[in-house]
């Protein structure tokens, strides 16, 4: 039982989203060390996300008419608004101080606001018959572990984006990937 909690949630939870791309291409755009406070954001919030569909807290919410619309709007705004700033981030052999690295809360506000989040953690933690402390432990170490990895990967992109040209190719290209995953993810 606990393999295959394992390999669902390496396998619902871990594939592209909002939250996995914008880690990455957080981490592509800006590097690993400057993309560090906006990755612990992101793990903060879908362990919250985890624990408010632990323990139902998410259905009482979606349950309110007028919760599920605000939600929704805030979501996709700021996952625009992130996107806007992984598209312009300047090359990183050019640090900007206007364009620095999004921060804790921007991750923080992703998580919360990521519907892939909600819809992937309710599939794996209802699927498991394991009990329910075990199951959140279990999964909040693969929130940690699987944004880690999409961190990793989008930083090794980071030695390519020196070059300005690749830079604006890349980061286009993985702000395009997060509107399209956002997109899908509420289809």
Do not use: C, E, Q
């Not at 594939?15 to 993309?35: C, K, M, N, Q, Y």
């Not at 052999?93 to 919360?112: I, M, T, V």
């Not at 984006?161 to 997109?183: C, G, K």
């Amino acid at each position: 039982m606990l393999l295959s909690l394992l390999a669902a949630s390496l396998l619902v939870m871990g594939s592209p989203g909002p939250s996995t791309i914008s880690v990455t291409a957080v981490g592509a755009a800006f590097g690993l060390r400057r993309s560090i406070a906006y990755t612990s954001g992101l793990i903060a919030g879908t362990i919250l996300v985890l624990l408010a569909v632990a323990t139902g807290m998410m259905a009482v919410l979606l349950a309110l008419p007028r919760i599920a619309p605000v939600l929704l709007i805030a979501s996709v705004g700021y996952i625009l608004y992130l996107a806007v700033r992984i598209a312009t981030a300047s090359p990183l052999a050019r640090h900007d101080a206007s364009h620095d690295a999004p921060s804790f809360g921007g991750g923080f506000l992703l998580a919360l606001a990521n519907p892939k989040a909600y819809v992937a953690i309710a599939a794996v933690f209802v699927g498991s018959g394991l009990p329910a402390s075990l199951k959140v432990a279990v999964l909040a170490a693969m929130v940690v572990l699987i944004h880690g990895a999409w961190l990793a990967a989008g930083a090794a992109f980071a030695r390519v984006l020196r070059d300005p040209v690749w830079s604006r190719h890349v980061n286009l290209s993985l702000a395009v990937a997060l509107v399209a995953a956002t997109v899908y993810s509420l289809t």
